[in-house]
Each structure stands twice: as C-alpha cells, then as structure tokens.
C-alpha cells in the first residue's frame, strides 16, 4: 500500500470539478492556479488535481 499524503493548496479553480464514480468510489477532478511572489513581479502555477471520496464529494457540491 502506498503511504498516505496531504497537502494544503490555496489558489483559484481554473475549471469547475467534475464528478465521477470509479468502481463505487467517488472521484473529483478539477483545474487549480496558485500565485507565488517572485523578485520580478508574480508568476501562476497550474495544476491538475484530483480528491477522492468523501473529500470528492464535499468539493463537487460546495466549489465552483
């Protein structure tokens, strides 16, 4: 078994989640962008993110 593993993001939905059941489980998967100060100015991360189950469940009903 894989360790589990948490992570704190706080940034912008760059698309709305999309909810999906893969063999009985709920999965959400959504689009994230996350600012971060540079000497220069700002620069934008992106990322693909995906939450599983009852967190799945929780983001596709509150987050758009």
């Given amino acids: 078994m894989i360790g589990k593993a948490n992570a704190n993001l706080l940034g912008r939905l760059t698309r ?20 971060r100060k540079t000497k220069d100015g700002e620069e934008a991360h992106f990322f693909d993110v995906e939450a599983w189950r009852e967190k799945a469940d929780l983001i596709a009903k509150y987050l758009r």
């Fill in 16 to 35: 709305d989640p999309e909810l999906k059941t893969v063999g009985g489980v709920s999965l959400v998967s959504f689009g994230l962008a996350i600012n």
